[in-house]
C-alpha cells in the first residue's frame, strides 16, 4: 500500500513520523510531494521516504492519498491532480474548514472516496487527537486502514460531519488554550519565586497527568477535581478564584468563537 502526502509541512511530517515509530507504514511505503524543494529534501533525509516536488506524480501513485496544505492552497491543489487519482484511492484531506461536499464539487469525480480529518499539533509527539469523517460510499475496509494510520500518532475517532466544527474548537485548536493555561500557571508560580524553567516544567507535567488520569480512569472531571479538593485546603481556594474570574465560562466561550469561526470558513467556501 503506497501512502501518498501533498504538503510536507509540520503536520505531514508529524503524521509520517508516527506511522514509522509505530510500524503501520515502511520508509517505502510513503511518497511526498512538496512545492519547496528544501522541505522535501529534509522529510527524504529525515524519513528515507520518496519525496520531491510533483504533486500529480504523488497523486497517480497513492492508494491512500493524504492533502496536507493550508486551505487557501487546498483548490489550486485539486485542480492539478483531479486527473490523476486512480478511482481506488481514498483521498483525506486534513485542511480546516473545508466539507466533504466541497471535496465532492472541487474533485467533481462521481465515487471518488473521500475522507474529511481534523488532526491537532500534539501528533508532533505522538498524542495527537483526530476526528474523522467518511463521505457516502467509503467502504469500511477503506476506513479502517485510515485509522490505523491516523491512530499512529495519537487517537482517532469517527464523528459525523455535522461534529467537525466542534472538533476544531475542542480539539483542533485547543492546543493553544492549553499552552496559555500552562504559560499562566508558570507565570504564577515564578511571581512566588520559583525558577521560570522549572515552573514550565512542573506546570506541563501536571496538565499531562491530569489529562492521562481523564483518559486513563473514566471518571468524570468534576469527580477527579473534587478529590484534589481537601476541606479548608489550599486547592478549593484556588478553585473559587477561578470560579469568580468566569474561568470555565471564558473556556466555553473560547471554544464556541472557534466554532463559530470554523462554521463562517464553510460558509465562505459555497
Do not use: W
Not at 74 to 94: H, M, N, P, Y
Not at 147 to 172: C, I, Q, T, W, Y
Not at 181 to 190: F, K, R, S, T
Amino acid at each position: 500500500m503506497k501512502i501518498g502526502f501533498i504538503g510536507l509541512g509540520n503536520m505531514a511530517t508529524a503524521m509520517i513520523n508516527g506511522m514509522l515509530k509505530k510500524g503501520v507504514a515502511r520508509p517505502e511505503d510513503i511518497l511526498g510531494a512538496e512545492k519547496n524543494p528544501e522541505a522535501a529534501r529534509r522529510a527524504k533525509e529525515r524519513f528515507g521516504i520518496r519525496a520531491g516536488t510533483d504533486n500529480r506524480e504523488t497523486a497517480r501513485e497513492a492508494d491512500i492519498l493524504f492533502l496536507a496544505v493550508k486551505p487557501q492552497f487546498l483548490t489550486e491543489v485539486i485542480e492539478e491532480i483531479r486527473g490523476q487519482v486512480r478511482e481506488e484511492t481514498v483521498v483525506v484531506s486534513i485542511a480546516a474548514g473545508r466539507s466533504l461536499s466541497y471535496l465532492q464539487k472541487t474533485f467533481d469525480r462521481p465515487g471518488l472516496k473521500l475522507i474529511r480529518c481534523m488532526p491537532n499539533t500534539p501528533a508532533l509527539v505522538l498524542e495527537g487527537c483526530t476526528g474523522v469523517c467518511p463521505g457516502e460510499g467509503v467502504p469500511q475496509e477503506d476506513l479502517e486502514k485510515v485509522l490505523v494510520l491516523l491512530g499512529s500518532f495519537g487517537r482517532a475517532s469517527v464523528v459525523p460531519e455535522g461534529l467537525m466544527d466542534a472538533v476544531v474548537g475542542v480539539s483542533g485548536s485547543s492546543p493553544a488554550y492549553v499552552f496559555l493555561l500552562i504559560e499562566a500557571m508558570a507565570d504564577g508560580a515564578v511571581a512566588g519565586g520559583m525558577p521560570r524553567q522549572q515552573a514550565y516544567e512542573f506546570a506541563a507535567q501536571a496538565v499531562l497527568g491530569s489529562a492521562r488520569m481523564v483518559l486513563e480512569t473514566g471518571m468524570h472531571p468534576g469527580q477527579l477535581k473534587d478529590m484534589v479538593c481537601s476541606p479548608a485546603g489550599t486547592t478549593i481556594d484556588a478553585v473559587k478564584v477561578l470560579e469568580e474570574k468566569g474561568f470555565r465560562a471564558a473556556v466555553m466561550d473560547a471554544v464556541a468563537a472557534c466554532i463559530e469561526k470554523s462554521k463562517a470558513m464553510q460558509e465562505a467556501e459555497k
